[in-house]
């Protein structure tokens, strides 16, 4: 139960943080920037607010410039008495960053708890759709769903019977269906390492939400013969952590790469799984 609740404190410091570091406009970056500049803090005016500019070409010729006029020199004021801040001017229109994103993503899947899940159902695909919404320089908190296909190890299956019997007809035995799927649905949030957009941006998932998991019916075929194994279902607390890389192919537009784990709380041990997915982030 400690895992679970280390999520929701990660989920509610993560609120905390956007609440007290807000995600800006280009147009309130660059309005409190401008004060700290004309108070001679030109260092501060840059790190806090004109570096988060949105990184379009004019901008970055803009933030190009400032940093040569004001941070590469010896850090006098320039000669007029405003600082030369009145030759310069916004570097874009001041529009606000698309604070909405769409990400579909499609992966694959490995099985790791417990140790008969592991054993007797195979790696298979998975697929999901994430919407957010960026609420910090660093955050993003959405709503995704997932869902996480793992189809039978026949061969397993076959070698448990021989273990069993030590009759080598077990091989002869064939199972069709049964396959055992997880779908959730969640709360994430997820923290970039850069505030900025640059072409490679890391960033970190801690997720908490509900998950279903269920087997579907299987039949057992051997020699003519069929015995059907009835499935089962079962929901329960869902917590995910995970890794990954956004990668900017153009303005709003990202490759996104995530490695990562997440389980259900199911009776007895939870059934958990390891995920390494692919997919595009467009942002609204």
Same mark, same amino acid.
């Given at each position: 139960?400690?895992?679970?609740?280390?999520?929701?404190?990660?989920?509610?410091?993560?609120?905390?943080?956007?609440?007290?570091?807000?995600?800006?406009?280009?147009?309130?970056?660059?309005?409190?920037?401008?004060?700290? &500049?004309?108070?001679?803090?030109?260092?501060?005016?840059?790190?806090?607010?004109?570096?988060?500019?949105?990184?379009?070409?004019?901008?970055?010729?803009?933030?190009?410039?400032?940093?040569?006029?004001?941070?590469?020199?010896?850090?006098?004021?320039?000669?007029?008495? @405003?600082?030369?801040?009145?030759?310069?001017?916004?570097?874009?229109?001041?529009?606000?960053?698309?604070?909405?994103?769409?990400?579909?993503?499609?992966?694959?899947?490995?099985?790791?708890?417990?140790?008969?899940?592991?054993? !007797?159902?195979?790696?298979?695909?998975?697929?999901?759709?994430?919407?957010?919404?960026?609420?910090?320089?660093?955050?993003?908190?959405?709503?995704?769903?997932?869902?996480?296909?793992?189809?039978?190890?026949?061969? /397993? !299956?076959?070698?448990?019977?021989?273990?069993?019997?030590?009759?080598?007809?077990? !091989?002869?035995?064939?199972?069709?269906?049964?396959?055992?799927?997880?779908?959730?649905?969640?709360?994430?949030?997820?923290? &970039?390492?850069?505030?900025?957009?640059?072409?490679?941006?890391?960033?970190?998932?801690?997720?908490?939400?509900?998950?279903?998991?269920?087997? &579907?019916?299987?039949?057992?075929?051997?020699?003519?013969?069929?015995?059907? /194994?009835?499935?089962?279902?079962?929901? @329960?607390?869902?917590?995910?952590?995970?890794?990954?890389?956004?990668?900017?192919?153009?303005?709003?537009?990202?490759?996104?790469?995530?490695?990562?784990?997440?389980?259900?709380?199911?009776?007895?041990?939870?059934?958990?799984?390891?995920?390494?997915?692919?997919?595009?982030?467009?942002?609204?």
């Amino acid at each position: 139960m400690k895992t679970p609740l280390v999520l929701l404190a990660a989920l509610v410091w993560a609120a905390v943080s956007a609440w007290a570091d807000p995600a800006l406009s280009d147009h309130e970056n660059f309005e409190r920037g401008t004060k700290l &500049h004309n108070e001679g803090k030109y260092q501060e005016a840059y790190d806090r607010y004109f570096k988060d500019l949105t990184p379009t070409p004019m901008n970055e010729k803009w933030l190009k410039d400032y940093r040569a006029e004001y941070l590469l020199s010896s850090g006098d004021a320039p000669a007029d008495g @405003n600082g030369g801040f009145k030759d310069l001017r916004p570097p874009g229109p001041g529009k606000s960053r698309k604070p909405y994103s769409l990400v579909v993503r499609l992966g694959m899947d490995v099985p790791t708890t417990p140790s008969d899940f592991s054993t !007797y159902w195979k790696g298979g695909m998975c697929f999901g759709v994430e919407f957010g919404r960026k609420v910090g320089r660093l955050l993003t908190i959405s709503l995704d769903l997932s869902q996480h296909r793992f189809p039978v190890d026949e061969k /397993a !299956y076959q070698d448990y019977f021989y273990a069993l019997t030590g009759n080598p007809e077990s !091989y002869n035995i064939h199972i069709s269906g049964g396959r055992l799927d997880i779908t959730s649905f969640q709360e994430k949030a997820k923290i &970039h390492f850069s505030g900025r957009d640059p072409a490679l941006n890391g960033f970190f998932t801690a997720g908490l939400g509900y998950g279903w998991v269920v087997t &579907h019916d299987a039949l057992l075929t051997y020699q003519g013969d069929s015995q059907p /194994a009835q499935g089962s279902s079962e929901g @329960n607390l869902y917590v995910s952590l995970g890794l990954g890389m956004d990668m900017r192919l153009a303005p709003g537009r990202y490759l996104t790469l995530e490695y990562g784990g997440a389980s259900v709380a199911t009776k007895g041990d939870p059934t958990g799984f390891a995920a390494l997915t692919c997919g595009f982030r467009y942002d609204l």
